[in-house]
């Protein structure tokens, strides 16, 4: 590699990491989080991990696929002195709602390994709960670094969007 490659490539990093940020770093995203937590502590009722992973995964979808028919019904037009057709606001409707469906991958994979045995229910349960927690303070702590903020501004709202997964936990530990 050249001295020219190097100084060409950096910028190219630089911008796939933030675009990483920018892409992980939605309302979707966060709320999707919210969702999944929610949904695993309404969901289980006396539930085994496989059936709350079947009833979270499968309301997580349902919960995805009307995003995706509203953001399309909403966008799709004319707006101004531009139309949008219906495919190419499907597409932007799917791109835009990825975070719903990735918000649920790491929680459901917890959930699985209690399912498969990997893990006890309850702690499969438990973790599935608290990585939720710590999603959203990484969230929060990138939105932050993605808007430049300074490192402690960076932590203080990475754990003010913690606190909303752990209300999550406190409601169920109240209610339940």
């Known amino acids: 590699m050249t001295d020219h490659d190097a100084t060409t490539d950096a910028p190219a990093a630089l911008s796939l990491r933030r675009r990483l940020r920018h892409e992980l770093v939605t309302p979707e995203s966060i709320y999707g989080t919210i969702i999944v937590s929610a949904l695993i502590v309404v969901v289980d009722d006396d539930e085994n991990d496989f059936q709350l992973l079947v009833g979270v995964g499968s309301t997580v979808l349902v919960f995805w696929l009307a995003h995706v028919f509203a953001f399309t019904m909403a966008h799709h037009g004319r707006r101004g002195p531009t139309q949008l057709g219906i495919s190419a ?35 499969a349960y438990l973790a599935a709960l608290w990585v939720g927690v710590i999603v959203l303070f990484l969230l929060g702590v990138l939105a932050f670094v993605e808007r430049g903020a300074r490192w402690y501004s960076c932590l203080a709202g990475g754990l003010a969007t913690a606190l909303l997964g752990v209300a999550v936990i406190v409601l169920k530990a109240v209610f339940h």
């Not at 929680?107 to 045995?117: E, Q």
């Open 89 to 123: 606001a499907l597409g932007r409707a799917l791109e835009h709602s990825t975070g719903l469906l990735l918000a649920a991958v790491v929680p459901m994979a917890v959930l699985g390994l209690g399912a498969a045995g990997v893990l006890d229910e309850g702690t």
